[in-house]
């Protein structure tokens, strides 16, 4: 039973059959939830990879675990050159998994006007606000195109054409 309070709570239980049936209820007790101190774990973070890309959105697949359950992720960035992280996403967790169950999120971020190697973190955060450990990875925006090639020779070959001069590889 979830319960968003500490406070003693009594409940009567009773049976029910599969006709409908219900027999009748036990006695009354009495429970108290416990505050939640357990911090939620980060299991992946993906892309994080070092990974290249030339485009304005990456796709995030963000995984973690809690003994209840996270409530968010949160998706941080940096340049390489920067000191301080930024907030790229506040990603909401679904709610309707089981009490510790890994639960995964997804995001779709806009990196247009980002270029060079960028430092990439994300931590889960359950219902108590407990916090997990950041993961981390980075990825490289290329965006820019190669210069154009000068002075290329095309020059006859048995059976094709062979290009020389200014191109690089």
């Known amino acids: 039973i979830e319960m968003d309070t500490t406070e003693a709570r009594f409940f009567g239980v009773s049976a029910v059959d599969r006709a409908g049936n219900e027999g009748p209820q ?6 108290s939830a416990v505050d939640d ?6 299991t992946a973070l993906s892309p994080s990879d070092d990974r290249r890309t030339n485009s304005n959105t990456v796709y995030f697949s963000l995984s973690g675990q809690d003994n209840y359950k996270i409530k968010e992720f949160i998706l941080e960035y940096k340049a390489e050159a920067a000191e301080t992280y930024q907030q790229a996403a506040v990603i909401a967790a679904p709610a ?3 009490a510790g169950a890994v639960q995964s999120a ?9 270029e060079g190697r960028y430092q990439l973190r994300a931590k889960a955060v ?3 606000g407990n916090e997990s ?3 981390s990875g980075s990825l490289v925006f290329d965006k820019t195109a190669p210069a154009k090639p000068a002075n290329v020779q095309a020059e006859v070959i048995s059976g094709g ?3 020389c001069g200014g191109l690089q590889p």
């Open 106 to 114: 997804y995001y779709a971020w806009d990196t247009t006007g980002f």
């Open 37 to 42: 101190t357990q911090t939620p774990v980060m």
């Open 126 to 128: 359950d219902y108590g």
């Open 96 to 98: 309707h998994l089981a």
């Open 133 to 135: 450990a950041y993961l």
């Open 26 to 31: 036990c006695e009354p007790i009495s429970a």
């Open 161 to 163: 054409i062979s290009l």
